[in-house]
Structures are given as C-alpha cells and as structure tokens.
C-alpha cells in the first residue's frame, strides 16, 4: 500500500542544534516534494520545494534533501530557535495518473525547540 | 499573505443538518482545494477544482459536495452532518499543479 511517514510525531531539542526531520514513502513516484510549516490554529505555509532530479534545496537556516532511491526526504533547521518550534508536514506530489498534482500529506512533526 | 478567506471560522451544528464552507480567494488562481485535518491522519484532501465548474473527487469525498461557480469561490457542502464530520476545514489555491499550496485559517467544525 502506499505510505508517507514522518519520522515521529515529536521531536525535543535545543536550541543552537540542528533539528532533522524525516520523511518517507513507500509505493509512490513523486516528481516533487513540498515542505509547510504549521502553528497552532494556523494554516499550513510553504517553506520550501525539491524536485526528483534535486539532491538538495537551502533557503537561509532551511536544507533540505531528496534521495529517490532511498525514497527519503530530510528537512534540517540549522542553529535551531525557539520560534521555530512548530508542526512540520511533507507533502508529495507530481504522482502522475490522474492526480492532478494533488499533494498527499504525512502527518507531521511537531518540532519543540527548548531555550 | 495570499488572498484567501475561509467563512465561517467556526461553527457548532447539529447531526444531519446541512452546512455550508466558504472559500473565498482574491488571487485568481485557478485551483483550490479543500481539505480536512484530524489528529491521526494529517491533512486529507476532499474535493478539489481545477477551474470553474471543473471540480472532482479527492481521498476523502464521501458526504460531501463541492460547487465552484466563480473563479474567486469554492463552497464546501457537507448535506446532512454526521458526527465523523467534525474536523478543521482547510481551504487551498495554487495557479499550476505544481506550485506550492497557500492556505486558508481554516474552520473549525463541530458536529452535536
């Protein structure tokens, strides 16, 4: 069957560390993956993209990498802050047939940065 | 932050009466998507619209109804309620389908 899976559902650490989130799948064929951030009582908000033919995407304290053999995507927040503290959701998509595109969600972490 | 407006943002209703979600989006974009988010099972995709009146089923469509009758509008119709219903509503917009997601606030929707 098809699966994405976020690596846990939380994840404790401090602050000045670099936090590290994964995301697999089973059964699917992404062109593209998405990662959002979402807080509490908030909608989801894009952070960044990588495509299938992507080793890896940064955008400031934001890296992320894409291994298509391994079917794997790892999120880092490098010099992890307080204010990052937040869910963090993987998002596949490009899944061709007749998706339209439409993304599939994993669960999510929730990311807690301690001062 | 994107042009979009979910109404209403809350809303409590009784089991088996008809509710209505509005969407509404001032970016012209061209698809918008409704979702919902349940502890346990993330952000599940309900209906989606690809372009006025062009809409279609997603994961989760059972119970529901979707009409897009303008660009700017997407209502969400859930015709009798029923207690599994209960969730946050998320609305979403892109211009392309591969294109990142902006979202709504959502609607919190409890069923009695």
């Known amino acids: 069957s098809q699966k994405i899976e976020q690596n846990s559902e939380a994840l404790n650490i401090q602050e000045g560390k670099t936090a590290t989130l994964t995301c697999n799948y089973t059964n699917y064929s992404p062109a593209y993956l998405q990662w959002y951030r979402q807080d509490p009582g908030r909608g989801p908000v894009f952070l960044l993209l990588i495509r299938e033919n992507e080793k890896e995407k940064r955008k400031e304290r934001l890296k992320v990498t894409f291994d298509t053999t391994l079917k794997q995507s790892l999120f880092h927040i490098t010099a992890s802050q307080p204010a990052d503290s937040a869910t963090y959701l993987c998002a596949l998509g490009g899944l061709g047939g007749g998706s339209q595109g439409n993304l599939i969600f994993g669960k999510g972490t929730k990311l807690s940065v301690k001062p | 932050d994107a042009g979009i407006t979910q109404s209403p943002r809350h809303k409590v209703t009784e089991t088996g009466t008809p509710v209505t979600l509005r969407c509404h989006q001032t970016?012209?974009?061209?698809?918008m998507y409704w979702y919902r988010q349940d502890p346990g099972h993330g952000l599940r995709l309900i209906h989606y619209?690809?372009?006025?009146?062009?809409?279609d089923k997603g994961e989760v469509s059972d119970g529901y109804s979707v009409s897009r009758s303008k660009t700017e509008d997407f209502l969400l119709t859930l015709e009798s309620a029923t207690s599994s219903q209960t969730s946050v509503y998320f609305c979403?917009?892109?211009?392309?389908?591969?294109?990142?997601?902006?979202f709504g606030s959502g609607t919190q929707l409890s069923v009695l």
């Open positions: 619209s690809y372009g006025v009146k062009d809409t």
């Open positions: 979403a917009i892109r211009d392309s389908p591969f294109e990142k997601l902006f």
């Open positions: 970016e012209n974009h061209r698809y």
